[in-house]
């Protein structure tokens, strides 16, 4: 593992000899000390007007590294697994002003480096600023990052912990985006019956139809949990879910529905009805032959 922890004067060829490196797996360029966080300068607070962000002024750029990484993960046997790069590589693509970053808005900000993911279908986590390699898609490294969690003897890795919170156990994948989203930070919903979590800037997209709710009752203390929109509509229909409140809000879905399966019906009785008469007709026919 290499760190390059508050070297904000380099700008990435001194890389250089790990260059087709085979026995790199981890490559710290976060330039911060663990528990350090990467965008408020130490002795200011939120809310203060004049702050300043920590590192702002780093030289370390994307080519270089781009560079050097491509080379590492084009070779046969190459074992890198991890890059944690400067936040000032991503931007805050809604709020670029925002005092603390809001991470479920970041996007890459250099072309080379979304060329770099591209490229070698590599999974970004923007809530810890960490690039993973070797993985089969984001469920896969959630996966793993739970498992060694669990393992007590692989020891707890910080960098894999999500900047804002701390927090490593709760990295999950929206239904919607694919993206990596942290369960805490991001205040995700996850449904109760079929599992489907939105990130916030999906939750933001008012194209979504299927949408993770919790129903009125929750704020009155109810124990009635989160649902999207098709299983709470599902659940209320089958008779599973007795609350109230879900079934107020499915109410005019229900009856909708009802009204649509009675059309049905009519249009099927009027049918049978009409097939019916024919029926009748070609059998007094069929009996005035006979005679």
């Not at 370390?60 to 697994?81: H, K, N, Q, Y």
């Not at 659940?235 to 009856?255: A, K, M, P, Q, W």
């Amino acid at each position: 593992d290499k760190e390059l922890t508050h070297c904000i004067n380099i700008v990435g060829h001194g890389l250089e000899p790990l260059r087709g490196s085979t026995v790199a797996e981890k490559l710290d360029l976060g330039l911060v000390r663990q528990f350090e966080a990467p965008y408020l300068r130490k002795g200011m607070a939120p809310g203060v007007r004049n702050y300043e962000f920590l590192f702002d002024d780093a030289k370390l750029s994307e080519g270089p590294v781009c560079a050097i990484i491509d080379s590492i993960l084009r070779g046969e046997d190459d074992s890198f697994d991890r890059l944690q790069y400067p936040h000032t590589w991503s931007v805050n693509s809604s709020e670029p002003h925002t005092l603390v970053p809001l991470y479920d808005n970041n996007v890459l900000r250099s072309e080379r480096m979304k060329q770099l993911v591209d490229e070698h279908n590599i999974i970004v986590n923007k809530f810890t600023c960490c690039l993973y390699f070797g993985y089969e898609d984001e469920k896969d490294l959630c996966s793993s990052l739970e498992d060694s969690l669990d393992d007590e003897s692989l020891g707890l890795d910080l960098v894999d912990s999500c900047i804002r919170c701390n927090g490593d156990d709760s990295f999950t994948v929206c239904s919607n985006c694919n993206d990596i989203v942290c369960y805490e930070c991001c205040d995700a919903d996850k449904c109760e019956e079929c599992d489907i979590i939105h990130c916030p800037r999906c939750r933001r997209d008012h194209s979504l139809e299927n949408v993770v709710t919790w129903c009125e009752a929750a704020d009155y203390g109810s124990d009635c949990s989160p649902r999207c929109s098709s299983c709470r509509l599902k659940s209320c229909r089958n008779g599973t879910n007795t609350c109230s409140e879900c079934r107020s809000e499915v109410f005019d879905e229900l009856r909708d529905e009802c009204d649509t399966k009675q059309v049905q019906i009519d249009s099927q009785n009027d049918e049978m009805e009409r097939l019916r008469s024919i029926i009748e007709e070609l059998t007094i026919q069929a009996n005035r032959v006979q005679a």
